[in-house]
């Protein structure tokens, strides 16, 4: 028993002598420039991972080694500073500004550089940024993140990808997508929304040739790097929580819908009805007031939770995340919902050795509507639907519904012989997608300033798609067979795409003053898909839905796509000083995708930058902060979509009982990438003590080789072969600003904002001279000297106020009541494409309390609003059997009226002019958040390192003083192939406004 006294007496004079061998130091971290205290300072001691970060008054408390140490003062924007301990106790800071963040690295390519040293127009996107937002694809959350850059949701389909545009319209017949990178690994526009927001540490545009030719023949419409976080050497170990909840829903019309008493007069006076049958609607019980967008639309929610641990030890960082993310759409049947997973590690094997990994796990689940141009379309009925029309068929004695021999209601067929609520129900559509993204890394560093390293990624996509048609369901018995019930679609894809990348970096200095920079690659990528279709049908009830219970195969098959991608690389940097730079860099891509005879395509790039501000002429104004000059020229190119593009082609079949083969594509052995030539300057700017910063660029961007099928003789047995042919041209201005205007002890307020413009042209189609139609809607045309996609339409010309016939204008400009399709013409300098956009907004932060609004606008375009002007105030005819705007009503009624419709008539036809056509000019408050960090001194007591609540509000407000609708448009809807940005409106998924509210935990 002494033994163990004595033992256990032992162990507590070295634990008590342990203790007192630390210490404790306080202090108060402020900044240089005007004594304000700085939060979230990050305050380690050097050679350890412990460390702590400053609260909301910028104090801190950190335990130290009796001896002492040295405190590593750090924080993103403000430079580092190491402070020896010494004997104190207490260590007040003040950290001054790294002017810009010039001191920040920026992921460019295949290297990262400071940006201070760049001579490229790149823009970062923190990730910060983006997260917390209540939208489910990291493509949609870019919008008006940078100058240059459109980003546009194509509808409000929970999900839905975006449109995003970098610096114009690059293509016509090939993609106009950015190349989309993730740690490494290229990603297709299907698995934006895969990405967690949540995981991203930083995404970088790249918009000019100096930045995209590295990137080659994928890159000429500019390339989005997305990096995730990672475990960082200087931060202590740390567990983050966060919650969102929120509601969304349509976002309103400027305009009213007609009731039941305006629309049934509407029916009178065009002569849909007659007198005797407007009275019998009036009082019947089975037609009452009905507002369809109550019976199919609803508040959807959003739901999110995220979990993730990072930190770091001795030999290795880390980051785990999981996160899930729900959203039900605002009609029934749609919804969205994402669990992820994501593994980043790095460990040191050696002193020179590092290995590491990155690895995201998606599955994402979805439930769409039927988003087409025809009855299967709930949004076509929420404006078509007659106000008088039940969901449910009613008695027409009581008003009660008629239940079927189940006890369920009848479901009403509508006007339209359907009913989209029972196709809702029994017509369902499930999406499932399985993404499995990562990438494996080995890294030696053999000498300083030599880096060795190479890269493995794959990116493994399984797609499921399935829908049903129930058997005894309205829609079965139109397309159905009465005497095989209900049908049922499969189709979905396996899909894997790897690469292998190997680089060799070398910096090195020359006399202390010459900085150089070598970079050398190789990358090859490969990608085969494999898909699969099949459709059956006779099921024996609703309850049996999978393909071994039908009773026949109607048709199925499978298909293998593939390939290739090989590449060397190189780039070379040189910097003089911090003062003088130049980047040269050469990039030789051979791709399966083009001609036997051009395999192989080179890009190149070259770019200068001068910080003038480091010069002795300026550095005795104190006016100005920061001065950079950049200039940049280079290639880059655009593959064909079509992975065969260039061979010849057969078919299978069968002739006379015996196989047979058929020549269905001619093959081009010249067939080569879109050639993009840009070249650009820029300059960036730093005045008023830093207060007002920004960078103003100038580009110009030429395509040529335009993918195009050419008409061929048709002795050669084809119409057309795909050949290069056509160039285009963008032009535009970007403008970046941020200023100060409040720096205080409490509160700052800083204002930002953007403008960017965009000018195309078409310079040559070879063609003869001839207009090239747009073939999907043909109503923009291709012109040598004109806009891109500039409208093509006969002109309206008002109403004749004797008679009350719509007129128009002949090709000559006669005026004419006759509608003739050969009296269209070119609309000079009207497109559906932007000439200007933006945002502006404020951050501002009081004593734990923070403010932030993003405003975006654009305009100088137009949308031929087909769904709410042709279809809506229809002057009768076919499409004025369903609902109609309020504003039909003002239709010519007497001779000598004017400012009106025409009359309408049973028997009108809408015809196409630019009567439809309306300017597409908007501003949008598309986010504010409101959030609050409690008081350190409470979060600390709850063992905690911060707590942050917010709520937040999305598309809040628009002003569109000329577009009747919703003026985000981005396209028509799915079936109708209305691909070209902003043309066209269409009945589909509507845009949404949402509330959200949530809390960010750190442990």
């Known amino acids: ?147 240059g850059v459109i980003v546009t949701n194509q509808n409000g389909q929970p999900g839905a990808q975006a449109y995003i545009r970098i610096r ?41 040739a100096a930045s995209t030719s590295i990137y080659g023949a994928r890159a000429s419409n500019g390339v989005v790097l997305v990096t995730t976080k990672r475990g960082s050497k200087q931060t202590k170990p740390q567990i983050t929580y966060r919650y969102q909840y929120g509601t969304k829903e349509r976002i309103k019309d400027n305009f009213d819908l007609m009731n039941k008493e305006q629309k049934l ?65 605002i009609v029934i049947s749609s919804d969205f919902n994402r669990l992820t997973g994501r593994i980043n590690a790095e460990f040191d094997v050696t002193k020179k050795l590092t290995i590491g990994n990155t690895l995201t796990v998606s599955n994402t689940t979805s439930k769409d509507v039927r988003d087409r141009n025809n009855v299967q379309n709930p949004f076509n009925a929420v404006y078509s639907y007659l106000p008088w029309e039940p969901e449910f068929v009613l008695n027409p004695a009581t008003g009660d519904p008629i239940l079927d021999s189940n006890g369920d209601p009848v479901y009403n067929l509508t006007r339209q012989g359907f009913s989209i609520s029972e196709a809702l129900k029994n017509n369902p559509e499930n999406l499932r997608t399985l993404n499995t993204i990562g990438s494996y890394f080995i890294q030696y560093k053999p000498m300083d300033g030599l880096t060795l390293k190479s890269t493995i990624g794959a990116n493994y996509q399984v797609y499921r798609r399935d829908y049903y048609v129930q058997p005894g369901s309205v829609l079965d018995g139109y397309v159905g067979d009465p005497l095989a019930p209900g049908s049922k679609t499969d189709n979905g894809h396996d899909r894997f795409q790897y690469n292998w990348t190997n680089t060799a970096n070398y910096n090195f200095k020359v006399a202390d003053l010459h900085n150089i920079d070598v970079l050398v690659g190789t990358e090859f990528i490969k990608r085969d898909l494999q898909s699969f279709t099949l459709s059956s049908k006779g099921f024996p009830s609703k309850k049996f839905v999978t393909q071994n219970n039908a009773s026949a195969i109607v048709s199925g098959n499978t298909a293998r796509t593939q390939w290739s991608l090989w590449s060397q690389f190189g780039q070379v940097s040189y910097n003089m000083n911090e003062k003088y730079f130049a980047t040269a860099s050469l990039r030789r891509d051979g791709s399966s995708r083009f001609g036997a005879d051009n395999k ?62 058929v020549p269905t594509q001619l093959e081009n052995r010249d067939l080569k990438w879109e050639s993009n030539f840009n070249y650009g300057v820029g300059i960036d700017f730093g005045i008023l003590d830093n207060k007002l910063s920004g960078a103003i660029d100038y580009y110009s961007r030429n395509t040529s080789d335009l993918l195009f099928n050419r008409p061929i003789s048709r002795t050669t047995g084809f119409n057309s072969r795909l050949e290069n042919i056509g160039e285009i041209q963008n032009t535009g201005i970007e403008l970046e600003l941020s200023y100060d205007l409040i720096r205080a ?34 109503i923009s045309v291709l012109r040598e000297g004109e806009k891109l996609n500039s409208y093509y339409l006969v002109r309206y010309a008002g109403v004749d106020a004797a008679n009350g016939d719509p007129l128009y204008l002949t090709g000559e400009g006669q005026v004419t009541n006759v509608w003739n399709g050969d009296d269209a013409v070119l609309l000079k ?33 137009y949308i031929y609003n087909y769904q709410n002007e042709a279809v809506m105030m229809a002057d009768g005819g076919s499409s004025g059997r369903g609902n109609q705007r309020v504003d039909a009503l003002n239709f010519w009624k007497n001779p000598g009226d004017v400012g009106v419709l025409p009359r309408p008539a049973v028997t009108n036809v809408i015809n196409d002019s630019d009567r439809y056509l309306q300017k597409g000019d908007f501003i949008r408050l598309r986010n504010v958040q409101l959030s609050y960090s409690l008081p350190s001194t409470l979060v600390r007591k709850a063992k905690l390192q911060a707590v942050e609540v917010y709520v937040q509000a999305t598309n809040l407000w628009t002003y569109n003083p000329h577009f009747s609708g919703d003026p985000e448009v981005g396209r028509g809807s799915d079936e109708s192939n209305l691909t070209l940005l902003g043309e066209f409106t269409l009945f589909t998924y509507p845009n949404t406004k949402g509330l959200t509210c949530g809390v960010n935990i750190k442990l």
């Open 1 to 147: 028993m002494r033994r163990v006294l004595l033992l256990l007496t032992a162990s507590l004079v070295l634990v008590t002598s342990a203790f007192a061998q630390e210490r404790t130091v306080t202090g108060k971290v402020t900044s240089a420039e005007d004594g304000s205290s700085l939060p979230g300072v990050n305050v380690v001691l050097k050679g350890t991972t412990a460390g702590t970060v400053t609260d909301v008054d910028g104090n801190y408390k950190i335990s130290v080694p009796a001896e002492g140490g040295t405190l590593v003062f750090s924080f993103i924007g403000l430079t580092t500073s190491e402070i020896g301990v010494g004997t104190r106790s207490t260590i007040d800071v003040q950290m001054a500004a790294d002017i810009t963040q010039l001191s920040e690295i920026v992921v460019t390519g295949y290297s990262a550089v400071k940006k201070s040293n760049l001579t490229s127009a790149i823009t970062t996107v923190k990730g910060e940024g983006i997260q917390s937002q209540p939208i489910g694809g990291i493509d949609n959350l870019l919008q008006g993140k940078s100058p």
């Open 168 to 208: 114009g319209i690059g293509s016509v017949n090939a993609s106009n997508e950015p190349l989309f990178i993730i740690d490494g690994n290229q990603m297709e526009a299907s698995e934006y929304n895969a990405i967690n927001p949540n995981d991203i540490e930083e995404i970088s545009i790249l918009k000019d």
């Open 265 to 329: 007069q509407y029916e009178l006076e065009v002569g849909y009805k007659t007198q005797a049958q407007v009275d019998a609607l009036r009082s019947s019980l089975a037609a009452p007031e009905t507002d369809w967008s109550e019976v199919l639309l609803r508040k959807g929610t959003v739901q999110q939770h995220d979990l993730s641990f990072s930190g770091n030890t001795d030999k290795s960082r880390y980051f785990f995340s999981f996160g899930t993310y729900n959203e039900e759409g």
């Open 600 to 661: 192989f395509g080179t890009f190149w790039s070259a770019s200068a930058g001068w910080n003038a501000h480091e010069e002795s002429f300026l550095s005795g104004i104190d006016l100005i902060e920061q001065l950079k000059l950049r200039a940049s020229v280079g290639t880059s190119g655009n593959v064909p979509d079509q992975f065969y593009a260039a061979v010849g082609l057969f078919g299978f079949g069968g002739y006379n009982n015996q196989n047979t083969s």
């Open 745 to 778: 002890t409490n509160f700052n307020l800083t204002l930002n904002g953007s403008f960017s413009t965009n000018s195309n042209k078409v310079l040559n189609l070879q063609n003869g001279g001839e207009d090239i139609i747009n073939g999907n809607s043909g």
């Open 829 to 861: 300098d009207k497109s559906p494409l932007p000439t200007y956009f933006g945002n502006f907004g404020i951050n501002a932060d009081y004593k734990g309390i923070r403010l932030t609004t993003t405003f975006y606008y654009q305009g100088g375009n």
